[in-house]
């Protein structure tokens, strides 16, 4: 008898509806009964594989015969359980055992292990009902309280018994949606069914030093895109300007704010995403450093230099900084004698605050542009790169060219060489080579089979700054990059 097989629940194939006294299960091992000092020697003396040594399971358990016999709370002697299979009948022990327990004034006996639904894990329980041709569903993105599925057909005849196991077998989950496979292009989120727990979908998550807060069936939020978030902000010096043109509801605004200083303009176009972004600007008090959009992505580009010179763009941002925190004064020392009498030999010391750093918003008079723009949308986030053409027209004596803009596009591709692939339609859309001013394609990871999500990062190229006008472009050769959804319906549970 295997130990996986003898640990497995009851099968339960086609289970339709979640009936968890179906999975209860009784194992008959073997055990010695030794006195409670003797267990440690068992541990020590019986040779390596013999206790039962399981997932949860403890191997020497308080002897139930005495409790039967209203024995005390912790009884005299201890049952260590033997390894089924190394143990699998009383009578067919090693000798080492038996000499152990002869030693030991011990006892063989039998042991009847009791599992029930609150044991098993959740893969062990949907392997016991789906049918065996069906893989058990792979991991699923937690945001906040809601556990977010993306189930292939073949599994949608079970969706519901699946939410209510995850839900059952993961404390912190309180809601389990499953997308539907259908998407908001516009406004970039997806429509998704409720499959167990509470149709509550306003999450709360916490990264990277920032609270969010979001209604995640409006707004589109990724928690496998954390690391991404925290490499681009990463990237940022302290005090700089950024630009965020698809900013969500803030993961890349709030961050770059709150633990760089840096003043971030951050724009959707989602009318829920603005509001969730206002939201989370105040949540994490970063008020005075980040400027909230709600417009079109490419106005937004080739208006954002002009609103950053604008003659009051910042004093909005100047009126929110916060006030510094008032004079307070030391205490004196609590190892000082209450009967001392006599006045400290020096005045207690009194702490100015030092008056607030404007950082980024102190006055400047010469010209002022982004020194990062962050572009993710990679369905169609290239597209949008046109916009740069033009955008520092006449300027080019104020900003010079190895000081322009680092743009960040996130992208998709499914060619083999996807950094040749990226580069060559950054070129198409821009119409001009980035050749020396690439910085990096980073892989940032794999959504579907034969599909990357990626980032190119590339300082804007001169002739496209500083041009006069913008190249005519064949409408008819432009490549949109596909939506992420394309495996939506394909892909496992992401």
Known sequence: MSTALALAPPANKGLATLNRALFKKAINLVAIRVPAASCSRAMKELPEGSVLDYPRLRGIVEDPAEKQNGGKKKSASRLVLLHPAIAATPDRLA??????????????????????????????????????????????????????????????????????????????????????????????????????????????????????????????????????????????????????????????AVPAAKNKNCLVFANDLNPASYEFLRENIRLNKVEHLVKPF?????????????????????????????????????????????????????????????????????????????????????????????????LFKGQEEHVPADKLPIIHCHCFSREENATKDVVERVEAVMGARIGDNLIKVHNVRNVAPNKDMLCISFRLPAEVAFASQPPVRDESKRQLDEPELTDAKKSRIE
Not at 156 to 185: A, C, E, F, M, W
Not at 329 to 345: F, G, N
């Open 95 to 252: 000798p080492i055992i038996y000499k152990f327990v002869q030693k030991e004034g011990g006892e063989i006996t039998n042991y009847e292990l009791n599992l029930d639904y609150d044991y098993w894990t959740a893969d062990q329980v949907l392997r016991s009902i789906l049918p065996d041709e069906i893989d058990i569903p792979g991991s699923f993105e937690t945001v906040g309280h809601i556990a977010h599925l993306n189930l292939r057909d073949q599994y949608l005849p079970y969706k519901y018994i699946i939410g209510q196991v995850l839900l059952d077998k993961n404390s912190n989950l309180r809601t389990i949606v499953n997308k539907t496979g259908n998407i908001d292009h516009t406004f970039r989120f997806f429509q998704m069914e409720l499959l167990g727990g509470e149709d509550n979908m306003m999450a709360e998550v916490n990264e990277s030093n920032c609270k969010f807060r979001f209604d995640f069936s409006r707004v589109y939020w990724n928690s496998r895109l954390q690391r991404e978030h925290e490499r681009i902000v990463s990237s940022f010096k302290r005090e700089q300007l950024v630009c965020d043109v698809f900013g969500g509801v803030g993961p890349y």
């Open 294 to 390: 709600n417009m079109d992505g490419r106005e937004f580009i080739r208006n954002s230099v002009k609103e950053l010179n604008a003659p009051n763009a910042l004093d909005e941002l100047r009126s929110k900084v916060p006030a510094p925190k008032k004079p307070r004064t030391l205490k004196s020392s609590k190892t000082q004698s209450t009967t001392d009498t006599e006045p400290p030999s020096t005045p207690t010391p009194t702490i100015t605050p030092v008056a607030h750093n404007l950082g980024p918003l102190e006055s400047t008079t010469g010209f002022r542009w982004f020194d990062h723009y962050v572009m993710n949308l990679p369905g169609t986030a290239i597209e949008f790169l046109d916009a740069f053409w033009c």
